[in-house]
């Protein structure tokens, strides 16, 4: 199974920037797109973006405008940049694997995920 590792959350006020990090398993890179996911309190979990091996990328309206999503140098590292943060993006932020550049069925396995926190 892939392991996942999620950093970079952190508690700022609206209007401000945070940048995620991502590192999954060797190689994982390779034959899966990946992408970043939001839980935020009370509602349901869903794609943010994704990015394909390819370097196709993907944003969902949430994800649309503001967030910027790459592919680090160093191998099976994946980046959310965050822009003009917003209190509706508050929530619990994971990187997985896509079934498709939009998402499709949701992942069985979980990594801990990072939070952001984004205030008045």
């Known amino acids: 199974q892939v392991k996942l590792e999620e950093s970079g959350g952190d508690s700022v006020q609206a209007g401000g920037s945070l940048k995620l990090s991502c590192t999954a398993s060797?190689?994982?890179?390779?034959?899966?797109?990946m992408g970043w996911y939001r839980q935020a309190p009370g509602k349901e979990r869903e794609l943010i973006a994704s990015?394909?091996?390819?370097?196709?990328?993907y944003y969902s309206p949430p994800g649309k405008g503001r967030f910027t999503i790459s592919r680090g140098d160093v191998e099976n590292s994946i980046y959310l940049q965050m822009n003009d943060l917003k209190p509706e993006d508050t929530g619990v932020y994971y990187c997985?694997?896509?079934?498709?550049?939009?998402?499709?069925?949701?992942?069985?396995?979980w990594g801990q995920g990072t939070q952001v926190t984004v205030s008045l």
């Open positions: 997985n694997k896509v079934a498709s550049y939009f998402g499709g069925p949701l992942p069985h396995v």
């Open positions: 060797q190689n994982f890179f390779s034959y899966n797109g």
């Open positions: 990015i394909l091996s390819t370097g196709f990328t």
